[in-house]
C-alpha cells in the first residue's frame, strides 16, 4: 500500500543552472570575455599573435621537457582556480573559445569566430567551430534528460516519453552536425598540424617522461592532451541511459572527467546518482517506453559510429597517406603518435568498443 503522496519526501530534482549549465547553450560558456583586463595585456598581445609566431619560430618551440617557472606557475595557479589541469583542454580550445559576429544572427559557422588560435588557418577555426556547433546540438538532449530524471522522480510516464522522443532528435542531429567537419576541416592539416598541439604528455610515446613544471614540481608531470572525451555531452547520454563500458574504456572515460570543469563533472555524477531509467522502464511494462528508450541507444551508437568514419578519414586514412608521401609545406608529426588519439587511446579500438557497449544496452521485452 502506498503512503499518502502528502507524507512523501519530496525529490529534489535535477536542474541544469545548479550545475552552471546554460539552458541555451549548455556546456558551452554563453558569452566568453574577448579580452582580459589591462594587467593581461602582454598575454594577449602574444596569445593575438601565436600562430604568426610559432610559424616564424619567434616563440619557443621546444622547452626541453621543462616549462619554464615564468609560465609554469601563473598556469598551474590559474588551473587550480578553475579546478582544471594545466594543460589545454577541451573547456579551453572549445568551451570557452568561440564568440558571435553578430549577435542578432543565428548561431551558424558563417556567424562565429574563435578568440584564441594557434597553427592550422582556417582548418583549425574549422574544428574548433563545428564542435562548438555539436554541443550547441546537444542543448535540446541535455534539456531533454534532465527532464527525464525528473519525470521518474515524479512518475510521469508522459513526460518521460516526451524527454526520450527529444533525446533521440538531439543525438540525430549532433551526428548532422558533426558531419560539417569535412566541409571545413583538411584531413592533411588536423594530422600534421593540428594534432601535435592537442597532444599531451600522458600515454604519448613522443613526450614519454612527462614536462617538468618548473617551480611548480622537480619531477615530471603528466597529463593527457585534449580529447572528444572531455566533452561531458556523451558522458551524459551514458550515465542517463545507462550504457556501461568495458574496463579499459571507462578508466579513460572517468580519467577524463579529471578535465572537466568540476560543475559539469559534478552533473555527469549526479545523473549516475538518479534513479536507473533501465529499471523504470523495465518495471512499468510500457512498450512506448521500451521502443523510445532503444531508439536513443541506437541513434546514439549511429553516432559513435559515425564518429569512426570521421576518425579514420582524419587520423588513420591521413595516418597512410602521410606516410607514403607528406606535403613539403606541412611538418610532419612525431611517429609515435600515429594511430593515437589526442587523449592518448589507441583511437579505433576505443570507439568501436563504446559504440557495441552502446548497442549492448538495447532492452529486449523478455529482459
Not at 37 to 58: F, S
Amino acid at each position: 500500500m502506498e503512503l499518502p503522496s502528502q507524507n512523501l519526501k519530496t525529490p529534489l530534482l535535477l536542474t541544469l543552472g545548479r550545475f552552471h549549465i546554460s539552458e541555451d547553450y549548455g556546456f558551452l560558456l554563453p558569452n566568453p570575455l574577448k579580452e582580459l583586463p589591462d594587467h593581461y595585456r602582454p598575454w594577449m598581445e602574444i596569445v593575438n599573435e601565436l600562430p604568426h609566431l610559432i610559424e616564424i619560430h619567434q616563440l619557443r618551440t621546444q622547452v626541453n621537457k621543462v616549462l619554464p617557472r615564468s609560465l609554469a606557475l601563473p598556469f598551474v595557479e590559474v588551473s587550480r582556480q578553475l579546478g582544471l589541469p594545466p594543460i589545454l583542454v577541451h573547456s579551453d580550445l572549445v568551451l570557452t573559445n568561440w564568440m558571435t559576429r553578430n549577435p542578432e544572427r543565428t548561431l551558424d559557422i558563417s556567424n562565429l569566430d574563435t578568440i584564441v588560435s594557434f597553427p592550422g588557418g582556417e582548418s583549425l577555426r574549422g574544428f574548433i567551430l563545428v564542435t562548438v556547433l555539436v554541443e550547441k546540438a546537444a542543448v535540446p538532449g541535455i534539456k531533454a534528460l534532465t527532464q527525464g530524471v525528473n519525470a521518474i522522480l515524479q512518475r510521469s510516464q508522459n513526460s518521460l516519453l516526451q524527454a526520450l522522443q527529444q533525446l533521440r532528435l538531439s543525438i540525430q542531429d549532433v551526428t548532422r552536425t558533426l558531419g560539417q567537419m569535412h566541409d571545413y576541416v583538411d584531413p592533411d592539416i588536423f594530422y600534421a598540424v593540428i594534432r601535435i598541439f592537442l597532444s599531451g604528455w600522458k600515454d604519448n610515446p613522443a613526450l614519454p617522461a612527462g614536462l617538468i613544471y618548473e617551480g611548480v614540481s622537480g619531477e615530471p608531470l603528466k597529463y593527457s592532451g585534449g580529447s572528444a572525451a572531455q566533452s561531458s555531452v556523451l558522458h551524459a547520454f551514458d550515465a542517463f541511459l545507462g550504457v556501461h563500458h568495458s574496463k579499459g574504456s571507462v578508466e579513460f572515460l572517468h580519467r577524463m572527467r579529471d578535465y572537466m570543469p568540476p560543475s559539469h563533472k559534478a552533473f555527469i555524477e549526479e545523473i549516475h546518482l538518479a534513479p536507473s531509467l533501465r529499471d523504470h522502464i523495465l518495471a512499468s511494462g510500457d512498450g512506448q517506453l521500451l521502443a523510445a528508450y532503444n531508439q536513443c541507444l541506437e541513434a546514439l551508437a549511429e553516432l559513435r559510429s559515425y564518429h569512426l568514419t570521421v576518425v579514420t578519414k582524419y587520423i588513420v586514412t591521413a595516418a597512410a597517406k602521410a606516410k607514403g608521401k607528406r606535403p613539403s609545406h606541412l611538418p610532419g608529426p612525431p611517429r609515435a603518435l600515429e594511430g593515437t588519439g589526442t587523449g592518448g587511446t589507441m583511437v579505433l579500438s576505443f570507439l568501436k568498443s563504446v559504440r557495441d557497449k552502446t548497442l549492448e544496452a538495447v532492452l529486449h521485452q523478455s529482459d
